[in-house]
Protein backbone atom coordinates (compact mmCIF):
# COMPACT_ATOMS: atom_id res chain seq x y z
CA UNK A 1 0.00 0.00 0.00
CA UNK A 2 1.64 3.63 -0.78
CA UNK A 3 -0.54 6.27 -0.05
CA UNK A 4 -3.55 6.80 3.25
CA UNK A 5 -6.37 7.69 1.81
CA UNK A 6 -9.36 6.07 3.39
CA UNK A 7 -13.21 5.44 2.28
CA UNK A 8 -15.69 4.85 4.25
CA UNK A 9 -18.64 2.66 3.29
CA UNK A 10 -21.45 3.50 5.73
CA UNK A 11 -25.39 2.98 5.16
CA UNK A 12 -26.57 4.26 8.91
CA UNK A 13 -26.40 6.46 11.59
CA UNK A 14 -22.41 7.05 10.82
CA UNK A 15 -21.36 7.15 14.37
CA UNK A 16 -18.39 5.23 13.60
CA UNK A 17 -17.78 7.06 10.59
CA UNK A 18 -18.12 10.62 12.77
CA UNK A 19 -14.97 8.89 15.03
CA UNK A 20 -13.14 7.59 12.34
CA UNK A 21 -13.23 11.03 10.35
CA UNK A 22 -12.33 12.79 13.69
CA UNK A 23 -9.10 10.04 14.70
CA UNK A 24 -7.87 10.96 11.19
CA UNK A 25 -8.44 14.60 11.51
CA UNK A 26 -4.74 16.41 11.49
CA UNK A 27 -3.09 12.98 11.15
CA UNK A 28 0.23 13.24 9.25
CA UNK A 29 -0.09 9.96 6.97
CA UNK A 30 -3.22 9.11 6.76
CA UNK A 31 -6.57 10.35 6.12
CA UNK A 32 -10.17 10.09 5.42
CA UNK A 33 -11.14 11.12 1.85
CA UNK A 34 -14.23 9.96 0.93
CA UNK A 35 -17.58 8.40 2.44
CA UNK A 36 -19.51 6.31 0.22
CA UNK A 37 -23.42 5.57 0.92
CA UNK A 38 -25.76 3.46 -0.48
CA UNK A 39 -28.82 5.08 1.15
CA UNK A 40 -29.30 8.73 0.83
CA UNK A 41 -31.65 9.34 3.73
CA UNK A 42 -28.81 7.84 5.90
CA UNK A 43 -27.52 9.84 8.75
CA UNK A 44 -23.28 9.03 7.67
CA UNK A 45 -23.91 11.81 4.79
CA UNK A 46 -24.42 14.34 7.12
CA UNK A 47 -21.63 13.63 9.53
CA UNK A 48 -19.60 13.38 6.28
CA UNK A 49 -21.21 17.25 5.19
CA UNK A 50 -20.57 18.62 8.56
CA UNK A 51 -16.80 17.41 8.33
CA UNK A 52 -16.15 18.11 4.76
CA UNK A 53 -15.41 14.65 3.64
CA UNK A 54 -16.48 14.33 -0.23
CA UNK A 55 -19.47 11.64 -0.17
CA UNK A 56 -20.19 9.07 -3.04
CA UNK A 57 -23.65 7.89 -3.88
CA UNK A 58 -23.56 4.53 -4.84
CA UNK A 59 -25.97 3.24 -7.38
CA UNK A 60 -27.27 -0.53 -7.01
CA UNK A 61 -26.88 -1.06 -10.35
CA UNK A 62 -23.45 0.39 -11.12
CA UNK A 63 -22.27 -1.31 -7.71
CA UNK A 64 -23.49 -4.52 -8.63
CA UNK A 65 -23.41 -5.23 -12.02
CA UNK A 66 -21.52 -1.93 -13.86
CA UNK A 67 -17.84 -0.95 -13.38
CA UNK A 68 -18.59 -1.07 -8.99
CA UNK A 69 -17.78 2.60 -8.81
CA UNK A 70 -14.21 1.66 -8.92
CA UNK A 71 -13.22 4.67 -11.19
CA UNK A 72 -14.33 6.80 -8.60
CA UNK A 73 -12.10 5.13 -5.67
CA UNK A 74 -9.08 5.27 -8.42
CA UNK A 75 -9.79 9.21 -8.91
CA UNK A 76 -9.58 9.40 -5.28
CA UNK A 77 -6.98 7.14 -4.31
CA UNK A 78 -8.09 5.37 -2.49
CA UNK A 79 -5.62 2.59 -0.70
CA UNK A 80 -8.04 1.48 2.47
CA UNK A 81 -11.85 0.67 2.34
CA UNK A 82 -13.02 0.73 5.49
CA UNK A 83 -17.06 -0.57 6.42
CA UNK A 84 -18.74 1.16 9.10
CA UNK A 85 -22.30 -0.37 9.48
CA UNK A 86 -22.36 -1.41 5.34
CA UNK A 87 -25.31 -3.30 4.47
CA UNK A 88 -24.90 -3.97 0.50
CA UNK A 89 -21.95 -6.85 0.09
CA UNK A 90 -19.26 -6.26 -1.54
CA UNK A 91 -18.94 -7.49 -5.20
CA UNK A 92 -16.07 -9.91 -5.72
CA UNK A 93 -14.76 -7.51 -8.78
CA UNK A 94 -13.97 -4.86 -5.64
CA UNK A 95 -12.74 -7.30 -3.30
CA UNK A 96 -10.19 -8.38 -6.35
CA UNK A 97 -9.22 -4.42 -6.62
CA UNK A 98 -8.26 -3.96 -2.90
CA UNK A 99 -6.57 -7.30 -1.93
CA UNK A 100 -6.60 -7.47 1.76
CA UNK A 101 -7.18 -3.78 1.78
CA UNK A 102 -10.87 -3.78 2.86
CA UNK A 103 -11.84 -3.81 6.68
CA UNK A 104 -15.19 -4.19 8.43
CA UNK A 105 -16.75 -3.86 12.32
CA UNK A 106 -19.18 -7.00 13.01
CA UNK A 107 -20.93 -6.20 16.02
CA UNK A 108 -20.57 -9.69 17.65
CA UNK A 109 -17.83 -12.07 18.36
CA UNK A 110 -17.05 -13.54 14.90
CA UNK A 111 -17.46 -16.68 14.09
CA UNK A 112 -20.83 -16.67 16.18
CA UNK A 113 -23.51 -14.33 14.68
CA UNK A 114 -22.09 -13.85 11.43
CA UNK A 115 -23.45 -14.45 7.63
CA UNK A 116 -26.03 -12.69 5.50
CA UNK A 117 -28.78 -11.24 7.62
CA UNK A 118 -26.74 -10.64 10.46
CA UNK A 119 -26.51 -7.09 11.27
CA UNK A 120 -27.47 -4.22 13.72
CA UNK A 121 -30.20 -4.88 16.19
CA UNK A 122 -30.81 -9.01 14.63
CA UNK A 123 -27.14 -9.94 16.14
CA UNK A 124 -27.82 -8.30 19.73
CA UNK A 125 -31.33 -10.25 19.10
CA UNK A 126 -29.83 -13.86 18.58
CA UNK A 127 -26.83 -13.37 20.71
CA UNK A 128 -29.53 -13.01 23.97
CA UNK A 129 -32.29 -15.30 22.28
CA UNK A 130 -29.22 -17.51 22.21
CA UNK A 131 -28.24 -16.98 26.63
CA UNK A 132 -24.62 -16.35 25.49
CA UNK A 133 -23.04 -14.78 27.96
CA UNK A 134 -20.31 -12.50 26.25
CA UNK A 135 -20.68 -10.30 23.23
CA UNK A 136 -18.62 -7.85 21.53
CA UNK A 137 -16.47 -6.83 18.51
CA UNK A 138 -15.01 -8.19 15.46
CA UNK A 139 -12.98 -6.10 13.51
CA UNK A 140 -11.55 -8.61 10.31
CA UNK A 141 -10.70 -8.24 6.48
CA UNK A 142 -13.12 -8.93 3.98
CA UNK A 143 -13.32 -12.07 1.52
CA UNK A 144 -16.03 -12.68 -1.06
CA UNK A 145 -17.92 -14.78 2.01
CA UNK A 146 -19.84 -12.52 4.19
CA UNK A 147 -18.04 -11.86 8.01
CA UNK A 148 -15.33 -14.35 6.37
CA UNK A 149 -11.93 -12.46 5.90
CA UNK A 150 -8.99 -13.20 8.78
CA UNK A 151 -9.84 -10.97 12.13
CA UNK A 152 -7.59 -8.53 13.47
CA UNK A 153 -9.06 -8.04 16.75
CA UNK A 154 -11.58 -8.56 19.17
CA UNK A 155 -12.98 -6.94 22.61
CA UNK A 156 -16.08 -8.55 24.86
CA UNK A 157 -17.86 -7.81 27.26
CA UNK A 158 -20.06 -9.71 29.52
CA UNK A 159 -24.06 -9.46 29.02
CA UNK A 160 -25.31 -8.10 31.84
CA UNK A 161 -28.78 -9.97 33.41
CA UNK A 162 -31.63 -8.12 31.78
CA UNK A 163 -29.78 -7.27 28.85
CA UNK A 164 -31.58 -6.11 26.05
CA UNK A 165 -31.00 -5.89 22.49
CA UNK A 166 -30.93 -1.75 23.18
CA UNK A 167 -28.50 -1.87 25.78
CA UNK A 168 -26.43 -4.40 24.09
CA UNK A 169 -26.24 -2.12 20.90
CA UNK A 170 -25.14 1.06 22.96
CA UNK A 171 -22.39 -1.33 24.86
CA UNK A 172 -20.86 -2.66 21.64
CA UNK A 173 -21.16 1.04 20.02
CA UNK A 174 -19.04 2.24 23.22
CA UNK A 175 -16.55 -0.40 21.96
CA UNK A 176 -16.87 -0.04 18.47
CA UNK A 177 -15.56 3.55 19.19
CA UNK A 178 -13.48 3.17 21.47
CA UNK A 179 -11.54 0.44 18.94
CA UNK A 180 -11.93 1.46 15.34
CA UNK A 181 -9.80 4.12 14.72
CA UNK A 182 -6.90 2.58 16.28
CA UNK A 183 -7.09 -0.55 14.61
CA UNK A 184 -7.65 0.89 11.14
CA UNK A 185 -4.71 3.57 11.69
CA UNK A 186 -2.21 0.01 13.34
CA UNK A 187 -3.15 -1.67 10.43
CA UNK A 188 -2.46 1.16 8.06
CA UNK A 189 0.97 1.46 9.39
CA UNK A 190 1.44 -1.64 8.99
CA UNK A 191 1.13 -2.60 5.57
CA UNK A 192 2.85 1.39 5.04
CA UNK A 193 5.82 0.18 6.93
CA UNK A 194 6.97 -2.27 4.17
C1 LIG B 1 -22.25 -0.90 14.10
O1 LIG B 1 -22.68 -1.54 15.26
C2 LIG B 1 -21.48 -1.83 13.22
O2 LIG B 1 -20.76 -2.79 13.91
C3 LIG B 1 -22.58 -2.49 12.45
O3 LIG B 1 -23.51 -1.48 12.19
C4 LIG B 1 -23.44 -0.50 13.22
C5 LIG B 1 -23.25 0.83 12.56
O4 LIG B 1 -23.43 1.89 13.45
N1 LIG B 1 -22.06 -3.21 11.32
P1 LIG B 1 -23.06 3.36 13.03
O5 LIG B 1 -23.82 3.68 11.74
O6 LIG B 1 -21.58 3.45 12.83
O7 LIG B 1 -23.55 4.23 14.14
Redesign the pocket.
Known sequence: MSGGNIAIF?????????ELIRHFRGHPRFRVSLVACNRPEA??IGVAAEAGVPVLNLERERFFRGDGHLPDLMAASIDLIV????LWKVPSALVKAFPDRIL????ALLPAHGGKGM??SH?HEAVIRGGDRHSG?TIHLVDEQYDHGRTLFQARLDLMPNETPETL?QR??VL?HRHFPTIVEAFLQNQTSC
Do not use: D
Open positions: ASGAGSNARGVLAGFNIHPYGVIAIHE
